[in-house]
């Protein structure tokens, strides 16, 4: 258990709504990363974070923003929600010294745009 | 463009026998792999991994091999059992890209009593 928890676990929000999600986690790792899942896309990087106030876009960045002011929240933000946003949202930390290791997730956040 | 590819959708088994569940990758500077298990209304949770100087790896009832020269890794599971029943993702990464993972689509597995 690497300590991480999401706030929501669920949320339904309308089209065009500001929606925040947040990652806590317990033990100061310094990468954190946020994730959507959709079916027949396994999952796919949104952001991540190398530092407090250190971040960096992934592969589908495009209507999401994210910021991290401590070392243990990263927080996920869309602008402006839309349908197709509508996704199960994980994060993550990496918890190996080096860039490339095992990541361990938190119990996801299933968002829900009407 | 799909990096990491897991091309079975689904896998079902009988309770007892080996589950074996694949996954090709493109890029050569994937460097090391990992397989993920993931139950339903939980988030993923790693399983093995495998660095690109090995060719296999064992842990338990879970092993992974990588064949660098065909880009393909696969994860046998022996024996298989009724909890292993969930869906598997493969993910891939390399040196100096900051410990991003990049998945495949998954496979489902269904372990038969």
């Known amino acids: 258990d690497a300590g991480i928890t999401q706030s929501p676990r669920h949320k339904v929000t309308e089209t065009g709504t500001p929606v925040t999600l947040r990652c806590h986690q317990t033990?100061?790792?310094?990468?954190m990363y946020w994730y959507r899942q959709d079916p027949g896309h396994g999952l796919r990087l949104i952001h991540y974070?190398?530092?407090?106030?250190?971040?960096d876009k992934g592969e589908v960045s495009d209507g999401y923003s994210v910021s991290r002011s401590k070392t243990e929240d990263f927080l996920l933000t869309l602008e402006s929600a839309t349908s197709s946003q509508t996704s199960v949202y994980f994060c993550?930390?990496?918890?190996?010294?080096?860039?490339?290791?095992?990541?361990?997730f938190g119990p996801g956040t299933r968002l829900t745009v009407t | 463009d799909q990096q990491v590819k897991q091309n079975s959708p689904s896998l079902s088994v009988q309770e007892g026998r080996i589950s074996i569940l694949n996954c090709d990758y493109t890029?050569?500077?994937?460097?090391?792999f990992l397989w993920y298990k993931k139950y339903p209304a939980e988030g993923p949770t790693f399983l093995i991994s495998?660095?690109?100087?090995?060719d296999k790896n064992e842990d338990g009832r879970f092993t992974v091999f990588l064949n660098k020269s065909a880009k393909h890794l696969s994860l046998h599971i022996v024996p298989s059992q009724p909890g292993d029943s969930a869906v598997y993702f493969c993910?891939?990464?390399?040196?100096?890209?900051?410990?991003?993972?990049?998945f495949g689509q998954g496979t489902t597995l269904q372990v038969k009593p």
């Open positions: 993550a930390i990496s918890v190996m010294q080096s860039r490339v290791g095992e990541q361990y």
């Open positions: 495998i660095s690109s100087i090995k």
């Open positions: 033990e100061n790792h310094r990468y």
């Open positions: 890029n050569s500077m994937f460097d090391y």
């Open positions: 993910a891939a990464s390399y040196s100096g890209n900051t410990g991003k993972l990049i």
């Open positions: 974070s190398y530092g407090v106030k250190d971040t």
